[in-house]
């Protein structure tokens, strides 16, 4: 048994103060025990012991960054400079190709292992991984098939993160266009190669998820075997759409539907489906995610510096469909920033104040919390997300007395957190149970 007692912990009750959480040798919480608890199981020792290092502290869930391309954060700061004369998405795409090109396992390994370790000090416990970058630079296998994933997996396990690779399937450049020569290296044979490099993946035991890059470079036929093989094996399908009105024409073009309807079509969407993105989704795209209990990530830092767009936050939130967050190509790695830009933006999109609550008289720290953590576990299958017994012991320390916090009170703390502070105030981070961060 592993015990941690700080001033405050946030449970799905809300704020328990003076608690002692006890964690089991699986690495889940087994108990929050008050203190006329801790007197009776003779806990007492335990309880003084583990005081100490905990003041002043408040203990919430592991954030879960649900949509991570780990590759990406070394272009922060690199792709602001003019690549054309109209700068949008698609060039910046340029970029980020020139930087897939460069990688290899041995970069990536080492690309991962930085970010990984900056998300957890962000307050990350768990990131997807949408993880695209697979063969050589001309699209033949490594001599392991599967040698990219593997320099991801031991990042991860080195630093401690609790990583979901979702593994991704492309095939094209567009509806009816080959792969281009930078695409190569995304690209697998056929639906059939790529579920074998997935079925290599299961047996090793590793979490992980499938994930057709989007409508426009995985064909109908992948699309209906790869959602068959996620509902056979309970696995979390993740997949990009809407994201830029340029898909949308293509697909419109091409198949005489939006995205969406298309990934209905081919009995993609699910409980078990996250759509990353949504930005352009009209209503009855929106229905469609409603009806089958889709969840969205949304990856608000992101999409402003690509310029995507605003997600309808409204839309989304009437239709009670999941909203979960990513880091995407981490630009910014914080998960207060990115859900505070979910909150603004709203704001910026409906010239109102307070729009991605769930209940009229609320303040947005409650629901935020719920996107940063829980929905985010749901998205990728992880039982995280909620510190209650049972679930799996992911949590993140907050500094109370951290000069940001100041003036914060139990009733506004939350809110303090996500308007007033960044990431800043975490001060240390455990995955199932064991420390991996102290600031
Ligand atoms: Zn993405």
Redesign the pocket.
């Known amino acids: 048994m592993r015990y941690l007692r700080p001033d405050y912990i946030y449970t799905p009750r809300g704020w328990q103060r003076d608690r002692l959480l006890t964690i089991d040798e699986n690495g889940r919480i087994a108990e929050l025990l008050s203190q006329t608890e801790v007197e009776a199981r003779g806990l007492r020792a335990e309880a003084e012991a583990a005081r100490e290092p905990l003041r002043g502290k408040a203990l919430l869930p592991g954030f879960v960054n649900v949509?991570s391309?780990v590759f990406q954060r070394a272009l922060r700061g690199q792709a602001q400079r003019p690549v054309s004369g109209h700068d949008t998405f698609w060039s910046w795409r340029q970029a980020m190709y020139a930087e897939a090109q460069r990688l290899d396992p041995e970069r990536l390994y080492r690309l991962a292992r930085a970010t990984y370790r900056e998300m957890l000090a962000a307050g990350y416990t768990t990131v997807g991984e949408?993880h695209y970058v697979h063969h050589q630079p001309d699209g033949r296998p490594y001599a392991s098939p599967n040698l990219m994933a593997e320099a991801l997996l031991q990042a991860a396990r080195e630093v401690g993160i609790r990583l979901v690779i979702l593994v991704a399937a492309y095939a094209r450049n567009d509806f009816g266009q080959p792969a281009l020569k930078e695409q190569l290296r995304f690209c697998d044979p056929s639906v059939a190669a790529y579920l074998e490099r997935v079925e290599a993946l299961r047996e090793l035991g590793v979490p992980l998820g499938l994930a057709p890059h989007s409508v426009r470079a995985v064909p109908a036929d992948w699309l209906r075997a790869i959602a068959a093989y996620s509902r056979q094996h309970r696995l979390p399908l993740h997949i990009?759409a809407d994201e830029q009105p340029a898909e949308i024409e293509s697909c419109l073009a091409a198949c005489g539907c939006r995205p969406l309807v298309l990934l209905e079509r081919c009995e993609v969407l699910g409980p078990q489906t996250t759509i990353?993105h949504a930005t352009h989704a009209d209503q009855a795209e929106l229905d469609l995610l409603a009806s089958s209990r889709a969840t969205v990530c949304l990856?608000p830092t992101t999409e402003g510096d690509l310029g995507d767009g605003i997600p309808p936050y409204r839309e989304l939130l009437t239709r009670q469909i999941p909203l979960a967050i990513g880091s995407?190509s981490n630009t910014r790695l914080d998960p207060f920033e990115e859900l505070r830009w979910a909150e603004y933006t709203a704001r910026l999109r409906y010239g109102e104040r307070r729009v991605l609550v769930t209940e009229p008289e609320a303040s947005p720290g409650t629901y935020l919390l719920t996107c940063g953590c829980e929905h985010g576990a749901a998205a990728l299958g992880v039982e995280s997300g909620r510190l209650e017994p049972g679930r799996l012991a992911d949590l993140v320390a907050i500094d109370l007395e951290h000069p940001m916090l100041q003036g914060w009170t139990l009733e506004s703390l939350l809110d303090c957190l996500f308007f007033g502070a960044t990431a800043e105030v975490i001060s240390a981070v455990w995955v199932s149970g064991k420390q991996v961060y102290a600031r």
């Open positions: 949509h391309h949408f990009h990353v990856c995407d």
